[in-house]
């Protein structure tokens, strides 16, 4: 059992920090949470001591030992969903049915790897000498730093925390510090299934610059997988590299969805909600460029603009809203400076961005849209991570392909058509490393791969069978024979 409910998980101890973070609901800012503890960097060096010293024993256990670790908490995360889906949609603030179904999405991912423990091979191939047989095995790549965001605060760790376990690394985790819970949460599932006791897995909750900056800086990590901003990203990258510590990034993107003349008006709006404005837009994948035809244009806008106008703002639990509120203040301020760059640059706010009283002090934005935008526009350069999307208009296929390309991003992209020949060719041509056609740019599958191009993406692609590429390491033997 756990001695302080909100400590750290370090080498299968619960461990106090030597500060701890202050966990706020956004919904309702009186709402205090818990305290959390927060790593220094020597609790950090102590994680990383513990993961380095568990690894190999932990490598050798066998497919069979890590897939039933694994596929027990897989199994106890989909089973307590409900539960653990309130406790993420209180502190992160997406709505309440989001927040169950990323708590089971979390388990989904666990059983999906552990299953992918009897799986890893290598190959057997002729030597170009005579009495010569090559092989090729994956080995584990050793310790692996994982630092995650607040928007997916189990998600987007455990696609990283379950491949990296089951082909046989040991972990040290360094969760957002907005969303201390989860973590815990999760640790507390581990710990209580006594799956990982010995230092595999370590929880190290604490703030970006003082925890997660010593986890960058160690030079006993052998490699990092980071999903975050693309400016933290850079900064990790950059850090790491000066100890050769192999390094994998996931960052934030500007995802266009194409509507053609042709598309249907129902599935193009309903893309435009859900891609947009699911998770309040808080999402690496939210559609936040509508690149619209000129001829749908007006029926398109119109009834998106219907649509959310009746969307209902306010406390994901409280009030089973649909949009909940902004993960804090600085953010709230941030998306409503855009609003007001936008609109400067010429855009026209068609609907949103207004402050929304609720009974509890929460960060509360209405859903905006903004229209008449250019594609060079800061708006539609930046990410801005909110409840917001622009619209950019457009006269034919061409110069909606290129514009949807024109980014610097390139995670998802998406296209609503009922042309096979323009849903064919956007696949083929859109510079994104998912494409989705008549579908929102967000929500993807757990067992195929997912990553971008561009600023958006760095290393291996993460999930599905990908995993392995980051993972694991190639070793290449020769045996002669006779
Ligand atoms: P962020 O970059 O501010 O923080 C991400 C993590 O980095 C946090 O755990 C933070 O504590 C840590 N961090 C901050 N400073 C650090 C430092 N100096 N050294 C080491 N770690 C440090 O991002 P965020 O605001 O938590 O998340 C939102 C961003 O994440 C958006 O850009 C979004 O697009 C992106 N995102 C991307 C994906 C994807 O798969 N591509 C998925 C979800 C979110």
């Not at 897989?74 to 708590?103: C, F, I, M, N």
């Not at 990203?233 to 509507?259: D, F, Y």
Request: glycine content about 8%; overall charge negative.
């Amino acid at each position: 059992m756990v001695a302080n409910p909100y400590s750290n998980y370090i080498n299968g101890t619960w461990q106090s920090g030597t500060t701890v973070i202050d966990n706020i609901n956004p919904a309702n800012t009186e709402d205090l949470i818990g305290h959390y503890a927060a790593a220094d960097a020597h609790q950090i060096t102590e994680a990383i001591q513990a993961a380095n010293a568990a690894q190999p024993t932990w490598a050798a256990t066998g497919p069979e030992t890590r897939y039933a670790a694994l596929m027990r908490i897989g199994e106890t995360l989909k089973s307590r969903s409900a539960e653990l889906g309130q406790e993420l949609s209180r502190e992160e603030g997406k709505p309440l049915a989001e927040g169950k179904a990323e708590v089971f999405r979390a388990g989904q991912f666990f059983t999906y790897y552990a299953a992918e423990a009897h799986r890893l091979s290598g190959d057997r191939i002729d030597s170009v000498r005579p009495n010569i047989e090559v092989d090729t095995r994956r080995e584990p790549v050793g310790t692996v730093g994982i630092i995650s965001p607040w928007n997916f605060p189990l998600a987007t760790a455990v696609w990283k925390i379950a491949p990296a376990l089951v082909y046989g690394n040991a972990v040290v985790w360094k969760p957002s510090e907005e969303v201390p819970h989860s973590a815990w949460a999760l640790a507390d599932i581990i710990s209580n299934e006594n799956a990982l006791s010995n230092g595999e897995f370590n929880l190290v909750n604490g703030t970006g610059p003082t925890a997660g900056q010593a986890l960058v800086e160690s030079p006993w990590l052998d490699a990092i997988s980071f999903t975050g901003s693309l400016e933290v990203g850079s900064h990790v990258l950059a850090t790491a590299a000066k100890n050769r510590v192999a390094v994998q990034l996931e960052m934030g993107s500007k995802n266009p969805l194409v509507i053609m003349e042709d598309a249907d008006i129902e599935t193009a709006v309903s893309a435009a909600i859900a891609g947009g404005y699911s998770g309040s837009g808080q999402k690496c994948t939210a559609s936040s460029r509508l690149i619209v035809h000129d001829a749908i244009h007006e029926q398109f806008v119109d009834e998106l603009v219907k649509r959310l106008r009746s969307m209902t703002v306010g406390d994901p639990i409280a009030d089973e809203a649909q949009i909940g509120p902004i993960i804090n203040q600085n953010q709230l301020e941030r998306i409503e400076a855009y609003l007001t760059i936008g609109e400067q640059a010429g855009a026209t706010r068609r609907c949103g961005g207004q402050r929304v009283s609720r009974e509890t002090p929460g960060h509360f934005l209405s859903p905006a849209l903004l229209t008449e935008t250019r594609n060079d526009m800061q708006v539609n350069r930046d990410e801005i991570f909110g409840p917001v999307a622009c619209v950019i208009r457009v006269n034919d296929f061409e110069e909606a392909v290129a514009i949807a390309n024109d980014t610097d991003y390139g995670l998802t992209s998406g296209i609503v058509t009922e042309s096979l020949r323009y849903a064919t060719e956007f696949r083929r041509r859109s510079a994104s490393g998912c494409v989705m056609v008549n579908l929102p740019t967000a929500g993807t599958d757990y067992h195929v791969p997912f990553g971008g191009r561009g600023a958006s993406s760095f290393g291996p692609s993460e999930q599905g069978q990908s995993a392995r590429d980051f993972y694991t390491k190639i070793k290449t033997s020769y045996v002669r024979i006779g």
